[in-house]
């Protein structure tokens, strides 16, 4: 490939970007919460919920996150296969139709996929952060009169936060990677269009282009999480 179609292969790749980028902040977006709101129920002293939702890490983070894709993207339109037609206007049936019929419906398939599988990781990392913290701490706080939720978001988070960042960091530049998975479903992201290049092209230069897209974006990520773990350095 000569320097002009490297140059055209960028420009197509740099108008998909925004789709990969989409989806990594919806679902960093989404997944951080969930995955807090997982770890509560994990420590729940309702037993039923904390195996429902080791079940629920457990296949999360034991099957493949592009299968855990195209089963998700697959489900609604398999139930609504089901249901006759009469049926499909109402009730729960009715909203997954208008699910089903929506233009981003792919997009919302993968965000869902996204969301569910990476909570699964950030709930067992926010676990570890919240169980390294002595339990002395939050004696000592009772002792002084403050609250449970005084004492957890004025001295146990920040100190978690601290400790999971680089976890945190690792799952993140994951994500960045994990993007690409889109393509399974033939979602319009810079892995999926890099493919279609390269085919156009006969040459592997437009796969290198893409990784170059990925690289930077990790980097970027890098840098941010660099930042912000200097500024908890306080916290030793």
Same mark, same amino acid.
């Given at each position: 490939m000569g320097f002009e179609e490297i140059k055209n292969v960028t420009v197509i790749l740099?108008?998909?970007? !925004?789709?990969? /980028? +989409? @989806?990594?902040? %919806?679902?960093? @977006?989404? +997944?951080? !919460?969930?995955? =807090?709101?997982?770890? %509560? @129920?994990?420590?729940?002293?309702?037993?039923?919920?904390? %195996?429902?939702?080791?079940?629920?890490? /457990?296949? =999360?983070?034991?099957? !493949?996150?592009? /299968?855990?894709?195209?089963?998700?993207?697959?489900?609604?339109?398999? =139930?609504?296969? +089901?249901? !006759?037609d009469a049926e499909k206007t109402d009730g729960f049936y009715g909203m997954l139709q208008s699910v089903m019929d929506n233009e981003n419906y792919m997009f919302i398939a993968l965000v869902v996929a996204f969301v569910l599988n990476y909570a699964a990781y950030f709930a067992e990392i926010f676990r570890g952060g919240i169980e390294a913290i002595p339990k002395g701490q939050y004696e000592a706080a009772s002792m002084l009169g403050m609250t449970k939720a005084q004492t957890f978001f004025r001295i146990i988070l920040p100190q978690v936060t601290k400790r999971v960042i680089p976890a945190t960091s690792n799952e993140v530049i994951v994500l960045v990677k994990d993007t690409s998975l889109a393509n399974v479903i033939a979602f319009a992201e810079i892995t999926m269009k890099a493919k279609q290049q390269m085919n156009f092209y006969s040459s592997i230069m437009p796969l290198f282009i893409a990784g170059v897209f990925y690289f930077v974006l990790n980097a970027v990520v890098t840098v941010i999480f660099s930042v912000i773990e200097k500024k908890f350095n306080y916290y030793k």
């Amino acid at each position: 490939m000569g320097f002009e179609e490297i140059k055209n292969v960028t420009v197509i790749l740099l108008e998909y970007l !925004p789709n990969t /980028l +989409s @989806l990594f902040f %919806w679902t960093l @977006l989404l +997944s951080i !919460p969930v995955g =807090m709101f997982v770890t %509560w @129920l994990k420590k729940c002293r309702f037993k039923p919920v904390v %195996w429902l939702t080791n079940l629920y890490i /457990l296949i =999360m983070r034991g099957t !493949p996150l592009m /299968l855990q894709i195209i089963a998700i993207y697959y489900a609604v339109p398999l =139930m609504l296969a +089901s249901v !006759p037609d009469a049926e499909k206007t109402d009730g729960f049936y009715g909203m997954l139709q208008s699910v089903m019929d929506n233009e981003n419906y792919m997009f919302i398939a993968l965000v869902v996929a996204f969301v569910l599988n990476y909570a699964a990781y950030f709930a067992e990392i926010f676990r570890g952060g919240i169980e390294a913290i002595p339990k002395g701490q939050y004696e000592a706080a009772s002792m002084l009169g403050m609250t449970k939720a005084q004492t957890f978001f004025r001295i146990i988070l920040p100190q978690v936060t601290k400790r999971v960042i680089p976890a945190t960091s690792n799952e993140v530049i994951v994500l960045v990677k994990d993007t690409s998975l889109a393509n399974v479903i033939a979602f319009a992201e810079i892995t999926m269009k890099a493919k279609q290049q390269m085919n156009f092209y006969s040459s592997i230069m437009p796969l290198f282009i893409a990784g170059v897209f990925y690289f930077v974006l990790n980097a970027v990520v890098t840098v941010i999480f660099s930042v912000i773990e200097k500024k908890f350095n306080y916290y030793k």
